[in-house]
């Protein structure tokens, strides 16, 4: 007589081996899906730190004077004719003569420790700008922890 079906060891073993499959699938893909939000992170960051440096190195480029800070010295905000760059609620702004201040980051990151030196020996002046920005993290998760400092050096023409 001829049996057709398996026994309980077979059974058992099967679902041990499909078992370790799924969980080995299911560590790969949370492991992927981490680094896929840390590369997310570091991207945000990398973009929300060159914009405004670059939008601050060309209108110090295009300007014709450095009011502030004064040769020698440094600040948290710079005047350059009628354009002012500060800090305010973590973002950088840029305001333009009479206009209200417009941020040039976004709000998925902080900047801190924003700082104007002014190296202006002669004329014209070398400004330079330096400040650190990291991924807004309000829940403090490790994935989402990343801080890059930007540093440039803007001549006037």
Known sequence: MKRF?????????YVSIIG???????????VLQHQGVRSRVIM?????????MQIMT?????STAIILPPTGTSSSSATLNSTIFSLASGAITMKEGGSAAVPLTS??????????TNLSA????????QYAVSYNNPDG?????????????????
Not at 20 to 30: A, G, H, K, N, R
């Open 5 to 13: 079906g398996f026994t309980l060891m077979e059974l058992l073993l």
């Open 122 to 129: 002669t004329s014209p002046g070398i400004l330079q700008i």
């Open 58 to 62: 060309q209108i110090i480029r295009n």
């Open 107 to 116: 709000a998925k990151v902080v900047v801190s420790n924003l700082t104007f």
């Open 44 to 52: 945000e960051v990398e973009e929300q730190s060159l914009a405004p």
């Open 141 to 157: 998760m490790p994935e989402y922890t990343y801080t890059k400092i930007s540093t440039s050096t803007a001549t006037l023409r």
């Open 20 to 30: 370790s499959i799924m969980l080995v699938m299911s560590v790969f893909f949370s």
